[in-house]
Nanobody
């Protein structure tokens, strides 16, 4: 059974930084796809950043240059470093995983999801 447990959310002022972590268990090796998604109140869930099976990364345009996704295969942990945070980054953040996906930032691509953690950025 694949499980994802995330941590690291919180409140920060605009311009600040936060790092989210997501511990992944249940896979026998490190060759799986992972991603971060977010959902703001009244909006649809959207892809933020992803790492595919080969280790290539992809980012939503809105976070390029500010967010960095990384994965520690030894610890089976996914990270999202968020810098230069803006009020519009305020949302519930989720990590997701699956063995293979066609579109790494596609919300319908992933089977396994975390419980979500709140990120609030004040102006």
């Amino acid at each position: 059974q694949v499980q994802l447990v995330e941590s690291g959310g919180g409140s920060v002022q605009a311009g600040g930084s936060l790092r989210l972590s997501c511990a992944v268990s249940g896979y026998t090796d490190s060759r799986y796809c992972v991603a971060w998604f977010r959902q703001a109140p009244g909006k649809e869930r959207e892809g933020v950043a992803a790492i595919d099976r080969g280790g290539s990364t992809s980012y939503a345009d809105s976070v390029k240059g500010r967010f960095t996704i990384s994965k520690d295969n030894a610890k089976n942990t996914l990270y999202l470093q968020m810098n230069s945070l803006k009020p519009e980054d305020t949302a519930m953040y989720y990590c997701a995983a699956d063995l293979w996906v066609e579109y790494p930032l596609g919300i319908d691509e992933y089977m396994y999801w975390s419980q979500g953690t709140q990120v609030t950025v004040s102006s």
